[in-house]
């Protein structure tokens, strides 16, 4: 162990003990502060103390980021991350419904609660190393409280600020618990907004796959509503989809409180019912490009005509990557592509989002749309202490001449060099802390292995 790592860890509990990250270049995120071509910032137990030029301080461990930057973690606003063990197996999936059928319906039903540990537990640990420190995990394979439980285990275990996302299975037994076992998760495991671990609803935006007892409306709006958490609404798209905001917000069940997903396809009107309710946004631009949902097309350049900054998400690892490097630069790539392309034989000038943006998308308004603004998301003094220290100075980045763009177009997971969640060290000269990865493949594997054979065998 380093000396650093060795100061940073040994009085780790301790609520007073200071991090001083120096000499770095510090990208904020946040619109009053910016970015600092050199600069300090002071850790504080579990959160920013102060961001400067320079912090002056005598009784911290200094850690020397010269020729780095430091930046928010990303938030991940939605991932199913108790697939990991299947990591890449329909990598060119054609559609929606061949993905559902193959891994909701034929592979979900025989997942136990130990094979929720894992596949949560890896997806996590991915999330760190690849510099998410907040991942949302919408577990929709809840078929017992024993299975809830060993998906919130794996995110305690993981040190990742998580949202446990709770929905119901879409297909084979389960228990009948859900929604009613979210008020034992939040009194039993999430009950306070400071914990690492929070809760939120998770739900489908119609009853086109599963049935009416999955679709986003006033019951659940009530259940979410009486325990006082958000809401999370996957598999927005299309006409069918449009008419249902319609109601939501004609009924008072859209608000800030509640994030749609994907959102391809919908109507104007739709959009406009969500901005003029303040709804939250969660965008996964590879997911929606690759897997093909309803227009294949992200909608950011709906979601910004409407007024509404979305988040970023990773989605669904059995065909699609694990990290936001590549959602941003998908983003990044298919919106100006289109752009340009729209005005393309015209006097019209393009209208393209930038680097910023995307970084805004996968960090400040991405905390945002989970109801995580106030926590997370920027480098804010007050805020807990999320954040990243990322070489500049690697091959692949040198020399630093654009920070935000080094971030989005030059960087990738080796380039991290620290994570910091709520102010604990969990990766460190490039390696996540506390991981057994030899263990962790065989415990992946053997995983990944059971549910395979249960699967055909069924």
Known sequence: MSPTLDQLRRHASDPRRRVLLTGATVVTMDPELGTLPEGDVLIEGDRIAAVAAEVPVTDAVVVDATGSIVAPGFVDTHRHAWEAQLRRVMPDVNDLGEYVMSTLAGIAPVYQPEDMYTGTKLAA????????????????????????????????????????????????????????????????????????????????????????????????????????????????????????????????????????????????????????????????????????????????????????????????????????FTQMR???????????????????????IGVHDVLDFATLHGAKSIGLGDVTGSLTPGKQADLLLVHAEDINNMPLNDPIGTLVLGSDPRNIQAVFIAGQVRKWAGTVLDVDVPALGQEVRASRDRILKAAHSS
């Open 125 to 324: 640990l991915t999330a760190i190393d690849s510099g998410i420190t907040t991942m949302l995990d919408f577990s929709h394979n809840s078929r017992t409280p024993a299975h809830s439980d060993a998906a919130i285990q794996a995110l305690a275990d993981t040190g990742i600020r998580g949202v446990h996302a709770s929905m119901r299975p879409h297909f084979g037994d389960w228990a009948g618990q859900w929604p009613a076992d979210l008020a034992r998760l939040q009194s039993t495991c999430l009950s306070s907004r400071d914990n690492l671990i929070t809760l939120r609803l998770a739900t489908l935006a119609t009853d086109e796959i599963c049935g009416p007892d999955l679709a986003y409306g006033p019951r659940l709006a009530e259940v979410a509503r009486d325990l006082g958490i958000g809401v999370s609404v996957d598999a927005v798209f299309g006409t069918s989809s449009s008419d249902a905001i319609l109601g939501w917000a004609r009924d008072g069940l859209l608000g800030p409180d509640v994030s749609l997903i994907h959102c391809t396809g919908l109507t104007g009107a739709a959009w406009q019912a969500m901005a003029d309710t303040g709804a939250a946004v969660s965008l996964a631009p590879t997911s929606e490009a690759q897997i093909g949902l309803e227009t294949a097309v992200p909608a950011i350049d709906e979601a910004l005509a409407a007024g509404i900054r979305p988040g970023l998400s990773i989605d669904v690892e059995v065909a699609l990557a694990s990290d936001m």
């Open 330 to 352: 998908a983003l990044h790539a298919i919106q100006r592509m289109r752009a340009v392309n729209a005005a393309y034989g015209t006097t019209a000038t393009p209208t393209r």
